[in-house]
């Protein structure tokens, strides 16, 4: 990376130049790139069911699905880009070659040893500044357990917890009800290890 760019970091435009030149992935933040962790075989499992679901839902619809080389940009004064690991988009899709989610209403991140912290933090907050998001999803790939946002019509955050295999997201923005025996078909659950403590 150009030394000048690290220093006084990238604007939006700066970045996705020099991104197409990389290798690998990265995400903008705070005017810094900042390379993605690779995702487990589990975790690619749950995204590739999830954006296969909401792309066989979407279809003759006037929104579809994208994928995790998809970017959103966050409305804020350093113009952070995210890639969420699937999400749903709406609107205008003539441009072929962005690399920018056209109006996205979906995003959805599924959990890493690495990312949970900032995903159940930072990023939340950031997508809910964008003005067209109107649910968040943060998926857990060891239980069948989410995390839903939901924009109300007073434009306040609604929270809530679906848990087991027979709960349901229901989106009707999007038209879309999500099953979560979808998110973890074909994945076995393990029982979380018991802490033995000392005696005495």
């Known amino acids: 990376m150009d030394k000048n ?13 020099w991104l197409g030149e990389q290798e690998h992935k990265y995400e903008l933040v705070d005017g810094q790139p900042l390379m993605m962790a690779g995702a487990t075989r589990r975790h690619r499992r749950i995204t590739l069911s999830m954006t296969t679901f ?9 929104c579809q699905a994208f994928n995790s080389d998809t970017m959103v940009k966050i409305p804020s004064a350093n113009g952070n880009y ?7 988009e709406c609107g205008d899709f ?14 959805v991140e599924v959990f890493s040893e690495t990312t949970e ?14 003005s067209t998001i ?3 999803l943060l998926v857990d790939p060891n239980i069948p357990e989410v995390l839903f946002y939901m924009r109300g019509d007073d434009k306040n955050w609604i929270f809530e917890v679906k848990i087991g295999l027979d709960a349901v997201v229901d989106m009707p ?28």
Do not use: C, W
């Open 82 to 88: 995210r890639f969420p690991d699937l999400g749903v």
């Open 173 to 200: 923005q999007i038209g879309v009800a999500l099953p979560l025996h979808i998110v973890y078909q074909g994945l076995e659950f393990y029982p979380r290890p018991t802490l033995v403590y000392p005696q005495g």
């Open 117 to 130: 912290g900032t995903d159940r933090t930072r990023k939340v907050e950031e997508y809910k500044t964008v």
């Open 134 to 136: 109107q649910y968040i």
């Open 5 to 17: 760019l690290a220093r006084h970091g990238m604007s939006p435009g700066e970045f996705i130049a």
């Open 94 to 107: 003539r441009d072929e070659n962005s690399l920018e989610a056209s109006e996205p209403v979906l995003v």
């Open 54 to 62: 909401f792309d066989t839902q979407l279809q003759g619809k006037k």
